[in-house]
Each structure stands twice: as C-alpha cells, then as structure tokens.
C-alpha cells in the first residue's frame, strides 16, 4: 500500500512568495533567513552578556603599565606617538647592524655569480686540439673523414646536445642574469646606506655644486669640514 502512496503524484508545498501589493518591501523573509537572523541575533546578546559581567565585575584599582604609554581618545586606547624612541646612537647602531647584513648578501651573492659563471665557462669552451692525420692515398684520406666526422657528431661539445640539457644551460643563464642584477641592487642599496650612515655621523657637511665636481656625476656628492683633532 505504501508503494502505491509513493507512486502517486503529489504537489509539491513551496514557500508563499511577497504579494503583489507588498513587492515594494523587497523579498519575503523565509524560515531559513529568520533562523539566520535570530543565531546572529542570539550570537551578539551573548557576546554583550559576557562583556557586561567582565565589567561589572572589574576591579577599580588594577593597574596595568601600559596604562602609562596609552592615552583614551574617544573611548579607544590608543599607544603614544614613539617617533622619538630612540637615540641618535642606537639608530646608528640599528644602522650599522643593517649595513652589515646587507654586506653580506652581496658577498654572498657575488661568490655565488662566481661559481655559477665558472661552470657555465667550462660547458662552453671548446677544445682548440688540432690533429694531423697521414694517409696513404685518396681513399684512405676519405675514410679518415669519414671517421672523423662520426666521432665529432658523438662529441658533447657539437650542435647535437640532448633538449633536456639546453633546457638546463637556459636555465643556468637565466639564474646567471638574475644574480647579476640582484648583485647591481645590493651594492646600490649599500652605497646609499653607507651614505646615510655617514650623513648621521656628527660634523659639518654640505653638498657640493655641478661646478665645484672635478668630475661631475648624477649622483650626490658631500664634502665634510676639516675639524682640528686633539
């Protein structure tokens, strides 16, 4: 019986829709959008619970010493302005620390330019060995060309390399490229900070003109006063 019950068609129940006269209101709100809104609802009178309770339950006397480096700005904590935290002298220390890193990157990088363009040498030199072959008569001579020109296309160093080895002197090169211009970035980077480094330090200095430059140049030039050591 209950499969005769089944087999019958049966209208399928939907949700009413908005009536005509209410489409200004926008959609209709379904049962799944109210269990939506009354989770997130529920969800927030929780979370203010909670706070109300950590509040009236907070002591008047705690004290935290961050209370001395912040400051209430329209309810909001906010932390004083540290533009000034450090000395003169501990930034040039910070200075010199980053200095030295970046000196020792570029070597890093250098030395590493240096291997990989060795090894990229040796794949590409070819041997300049010349040897003389005697023959007999003319069809000797043409046999030992022949032979020699089997044993060059056998040669690693001919036009017949593998694809998978091109593939990687490509590579190599690309890499090659890559470190080089990595290396020009570095040594910029640490003669810009060399010269802020020393533009930190104490002591008259100002930048020359275009005409004081014995050899004028795109970039800034600084002299220093001579000062009189004791």
């Not at 001395?68 to 220390?93: C, F, Q, S």
């Not at 211009?181 to 020359?208: A, F, I, N, T």
Request: net charge positive; aromatic share 6%; glycine share 2%.
């Amino acid at each position: 019986m209950s499969s005769l019950r089944n087999a019958i068609p049966r209208r399928a129940h939907k949700e009413r829709a908005q009536p005509q006269s209410r489409k200004s209101f926008g959609l209709l709100e379904k049962h799944k959008d109210y269990v939506l809104r009354a989770k997130n609802f529920h969800r927030k009178e929780e979370t203010l619970k909670k706070l109300r309770e950590k509040a009236s339950f907070r002591n008047p006397d705690e004290f935290y010493f961050k209370m001395v480096h912040t400051r209430n700005v329209d309810g909001i904590h906010r932390p004083r302005d540290e533009a000034n935290k450090y000395t003169a002298e501990e930034l040039l220390v910070m200075k010199t620390q980053d200095i030295g890193y970046v000196l020792q990157k570029l070597q890093s990088e250098k030395k590493k330019v240096e291997r990989l363009s060795s090894a990229l040498h040796a794949l590409d030199e070819q041997p300049n060995n010349k040897h003389v072959y005697f023959a007999e008569d003319r069809d000797e001579a043409k046999e030992i060309k022949a032979r020699v020109a089997d044993q060059d296309k056998i040669l690693p160093g001919s036009e017949h390399i593998p694809d998978n080895i091109k593939r990687k002197l490509e590579s190599s090169y690309k890499e090659l490229s890559e470190r080089k211009e990595r290396v020009r970035k570095l040594e910029k980077l640490y003669s810009e900070m060399m010269l802020k480094k020393e533009l930190q330090k104490p002591g008259r200095v100002r930048k020359l003109k275009e005409e004081e430059m014995t050899s004028p140049t795109d970039k800034p030039v600084y002299k220093w006063r001579t000062e009189r050591k004791r």
